[in-house]
């Protein structure tokens, strides 16, 4: 029989005070049910937070370096059970096994960047006016926090964010989506088996409306921490700035990679198809703008088609495929929404644009990658994040209206640039208006110890990742001593 699962508070797997639940499936196989989990209430969310707020004082008494040890355990955990974790991840998100496998490495590589952080929460030691006065500061836990996490990367952006809030010394309310619950009370479950004691990580399941909604306008939790839409995103960071608690999030993405005359096209091409085609384009920082001048566009335009058309969809599990099932069927609906958007505004779908259903796949959200030309910069095509394998091609007369036409745009997540010319990727990186910027290389790259996060609607609050990656979770204490 498939589990029933329940939430996870203070430190034991608690029964939901309501009988609703819902089910997570596998989109690859939409009669694959993995489990069952509650349809959580405000009730519960409320207990999970008033748990987390009695475990404060213990845990941030506990020094950094013990807390680090949680982490160094579950390093030990993820490697020992990587296959099977890559396995689930395959298999509640659609994602091909390699995607899965580079998703715990990711995770693994983030753990080890964090634990590291343990050696550096310190303040500074400044000189007083008064030659007598001992002047510093201290950093401090901020107290009961929130963490609320997307689909699309759901083992690494759960440690990304439970793992540097609860070293800081705070205890965490975790909400995951619901596309992939199994995968976070597997996580939850690691945590408990590294070590983590009971009451400082809490796990809620249900719709965000009803447990997101009260961990925003929550009071006691002192921070939230928020990766997924932008439309919930600034609705979230309203209500939890209302309440003057600290906000977090990492939003949507419109990336444009520009391709200059002098660009290794086909090092470009691999790198459009690898951020904006692969893991189905389910990456906040994939390309799905591609501007070119007009005088390569014809072949830079044959090149996506072809190497699109390359791309092998099938079962997530299978050998030999490069793209699994697209996440669930909203996901599915918003990419059919946006193709006859685009079609209807006068774009011209050159290959893909419709869902899959032969050779097996009639059971699951399989899309066919998509390239699209004739795109003006007025379509939603152009403008909104579809999240989805949907690269639009934009043609330009100049770099200057190239740099112009990728600014053109609410959100400012990541870029990417192909030149050989060194001064124009300076000038490049100096005025794109995003807070990822890559030249010669693919828009979704990263690497933990560099900030993660955006401009304009993409972001609010202090990054995520990098060498400040804790100072979102923290106060500073000034202090004043006369011996």
């Known amino acids: 029989?498939?589990?029933?699962?329940?939430?996870?508070?203070?430190?034991?797997?608690?029964?939901?005070?309501?009988?609703?639940?819902?089910?997570?499936?596998?989109?690859?196989?939409?009669?694959?049910?993995?489990?069952?989990?509650?349809?959580?209430?405000?009730?519960?969310?409320?207990k999970a937070i008033q748990i987390a707020e009695e475990a404060y004082p213990a845990w941030r008494d506990v020094t950094a370096i013990q807390r680090a040890d949680v982490l160094y355990n579950l390093i030990r955990l993820m490697e020992d059970e990587k296959s099977v974790l890559a396995q689930l991840i395959s298999r509640e998100v659609g994602k091909t096994l390699s995607a899965g496998e580079k998703e715990v490495d990711a995770t693994i590589q983030a753990l080890?960047?964090?634990?590291?952080?343990?050696?550096?929460?310190?303040?500074?030691?400044?000189?007083?006016?008064?030659?007598?006065?001992?002047?510093?500061?201290?950093?401090e836990p901020l107290g009961a926090v929130g963490v609320i996490t997307p689909f699309n990367f759901p083992l690494g952006i759960g440690v990304y964010k439970i793992a540097p809030a609860m070293l800081a010394g705070n205890t965490v309310v975790y909400k995951p989506p619901n596309d992939t619950a199994c995968i976070a009370a597997n996580l939850v479950d690691l945590f408990e088996r590294a070590g983590m004691p009971p009451g400082?990580?809490?796990?809620?399941?249900?719709?965000?409306?009803?447990?997101?909604?009260?961990?925003?306008?929550?009071?006691?939790?002192?921070?939230?921490?928020?990766?997924?839409?932008?439309?919930?995103?600034?609705?979230?960071?309203?209500a939890v700035s209302n309440r003057g608690g600290k906000m977090q999030a990492e939003l949507g993405g419109k990336n444009a990679t520009i391709l200059l005359e002098d660009a290794d096209l086909e090092a470009a091409i691999q790198g459009i198809m690898v951020s904006g085609m692969y893991n189905n384009g389910q990456s906040c920082t994939g390309t799905s703008r591609v501007i070119v001048l007009k005088e390569q566009a014809d072949l830079v335009l044959e090149k996506l088609i072809e190497a699109a058309q390359a791309i092998r969809v099938g079962y997530g599990q299978e050998e030999d495929i490069d793209n699994g099932a697209i996440a669930n069927e909203k996901q599915l609906q918003t990419y059919l929404h946006y193709i006859q958007s685009a079609k209807d505004a006068g774009a011209r779908i050159e290959c893909g644009g419709k869902q899959l259903s032969e050779n097996g796949l009639a059971k699951g959200y399989f899309v066919a990658p998509t390239i699209v030309s004739h795109v003006t910069r007025d379509m939603a095509i152009a403008q909104e994040e579809i999240f989805a394998p949907v690269v639009a091609v934009m043609i330009v007369d100049s770099y200057e209206e190239a740099i112009e036409?990728?600014?053109?745009?609410?959100?400012?997540?990541?870029?990417?640039?192909?030149?050989?010319?060194?001064?124009?990727?300076?000038?490049?990186?100096?005025?794109?208006?995003?807070?990822?910027?890559?030249?010669?290389?693919?828009?979704?790259?990263?690497?933990?110890?560099?900030?993660?996060?955006?401009?304009k609607n993409s972001s609010i609050g202090l990054r995520e990742q990098g060498s400040t990656a804790l100072d979102f979770w923290l106060d500073t204490k000034a202090v004043y001593l006369k011996p």
Do not use: C
Request: hydrophobic content about 30%.
């Open 112 to 139: 080890k960047h964090f634990s590291g952080a343990a050696n550096r929460l310190a303040g500074e030691t400044l000189p007083s006016i008064n030659p007598s006065y001992l002047a510093y500061t201290v950093k």
């Open 1 to 46: 029989m498939t589990k029933t699962y329940q939430n996870y508070i203070g430190g034991q797997w608690t029964p939901s005070e309501s009988s609703q639940t819902f089910t997570s499936i596998n989109p690859g196989n939409t009669d694959d049910i993995l489990g069952h989990f509650p349809e959580s209430t405000v009730a519960d969310t409320r």
């Open 200 to 238: 400082v990580l809490n796990l809620v399941f249900g719709d965000g409306s009803v447990v997101g909604k009260e961990m925003g306008e929550n009071p006691t939790l002192k921070a939230i921490s928020f990766t997924g839409s932008t439309e919930v995103g600034l609705k979230l960071g309203q």
């Open 405 to 455: 036409l990728a600014n053109d745009s609410t959100l400012g997540l990541s870029s990417s640039i192909y030149t050989n010319d060194l001064a124009k990727a300076q000038d490049f990186i100096k005025r794109i208006q995003v807070g990822v910027v890559h030249v010669n290389i693919p828009s979704n790259y990263y690497e933990n110890q560099l900030p993660f996060g955006g401009k």
